[in-house]
């Protein structure tokens, strides 16, 4: 039973343009996490968000908490060729799943 | 470095061979997990434990076996290789089960069964 849906699957755009990733259930979750994973290594955890409607930033990354918590965006603004790879989305407390994840391609 | 390191890298077995996925991690993590990820299927939990002596199934257990007899070590024992279990597996711990600061990776066994 996949209860993360992430949206795209797949994502290429050119250097400097903007992007906006989500993650979406019908079950509420306590708490979500946002990994990235490179080619050839693990993913790596980016953020958690905890509080509904929590908006949090990492540079150029902008992640949001929907207000029920069942939804979360990641946005990139003016995309690098650094920031591809696969964009996994992961439920905490009872419900550990990861999403299917978005596989973004960012062409120089 | 601190992490978590995960042997062999690659390797290629032939049907119905078995073989042993090792896991060491040196951050004292009481939760480790065995993950597999496969094509538009995501990551998805085969075993995990939460402390040594004490594991659990998860997901898709069938044809692997774990143990965990020290906090440091979890490997995953394919016992008959099949096909389907050709992926990519990664090793996962945390302080605990939920997460709450994250899990960390090793950087996988990309495992071909032939």
């Known amino acids: 039973t996949q209860l993360l849906e992430q949206s795209p699957q797949f994502l290429s755009i050119q250097e400097g343009e903007n992007l906006t990733v989500y993650c979406n259930s019908s079950?509420?979750?306590?708490?979500l996490q946002w990994y990235r994973q490179e080619p050839g290594e693990g993913p790596v955890l980016l953020v958690t968000?905890?509080?509904?409607?929590e908006v949090k930033k990492l540079k150029r990354l902008t992640f949001q908490f929907g207000d029920a918590r069942k939804d979360s965006s990641l946005h990139i603004t003016a995309a690098q060729p650094g920031d591809t790879g696969l964009y996994l989305c992961?439920?905490?407390?009872?419900?550990?799943?990861f999403g299917t994840g978005t596989r973004l391609t960012v062409i120089p | 470095n601190a992490g978590v390191t995960q042997t062999p890298k690659f390797q290629v077995l032939k049907t119905g061979q078995s073989m042993t996925l090792q896991c060491a991690q040196d951050?004292?993590?009481?939760?480790m997990s065995w993950y597999r990820q496969d094509p538009g299927m995501g990551l998805r939990l085969i075993h995990y434990?939460?402390?040594?002596?004490?594991?659990d199934q998860g997901e898709v257990p069938n044809g692997y076996n774990v143990s965990r007899s020290t906090t440091e070590d979890f490997p995953l024992r394919l016992l008959s290789a099949a096909p389907s279990q050709t992926s990519v597996y990664f090793c996962?711990?945390?302080?605990?089960?939920?997460?709450?600061?994250?899990?960390?990776f090793g950087s996988g066994t990309r495992l071909t069964v032939v």
């Open positions: 079950s509420v979750f306590s708490s």
């Open positions: 992961r439920t905490g407390a009872n419900n550990l799943f």
């Open positions: 968000v905890v509080t509904g409607g």
């Open positions: 951050m004292n993590h009481e939760y």
């Open positions: 996962a711990s945390s302080s605990t089960r939920q997460g709450g600061g994250g899990y960390t």
């Open positions: 434990s939460v402390g040594a002596g004490i594991t």
